[in-house]
């Protein structure tokens, strides 16, 4: 069974930083289109970052410049890094990957940015 396991969470003061990962396994990783999505209570999971297999890059005006998605194919794994964190970027973060009408999601991981 195809398993994407997020990591990096957790409480961070506004304008601090903080790296996500997520762990593919079972999937030829390589192949996938792979995307960062993000969720509060009450509201739609959002687009936050998304990286093609290819190495194409896409962000929402919200968090262009602030944050950095990447992957590394040899190590299955995908990235998210978040610099000059705001309180509005508190949410739940989940790892998306898609290939030809497949599309596996991760557990999610809380990340808090709060003084």
């Known amino acids: 069974q195809v398993q994407l396991v997020e990591s990096g969470g957790g409480l961070v003061q506004p304008g601090g930083s903080l790296r996500l990962s997520c762990a593919a396994s079972?999937?030829?990783?390589?192949?996938?289109?792979m995307g960062w999505y993000r969720q509060t209570p009450g509201k739609q999971r959002e687009l936050v970052a998304a990286?093609?297999?290819?190495?194409?890059?896409n962000y929402p005006d919200s968090v262009k410049g602030r944050f950095t998605i990447s992957r590394d194919n040899a190590k299955n794994t995908l990235y998210l890094q978040m610099n000059s964190l705001k309180p509005e970027d508190t949410a739940v973060y989940y790892c998306?990957?898609?290939?030809?009408?497949?599309?596996?999601w991760g557990q999610g991981t809380q990340v808090t940015v709060s003084s």
């Open positions: 998306n990957a898609r290939f030809s009408g497949l599309d596996y």
């Open positions: 079972r999937i030829i990783f390589r192949l996938y289109d």
């Open positions: 990286i093609t297999k290819g190495g194409s890059t």
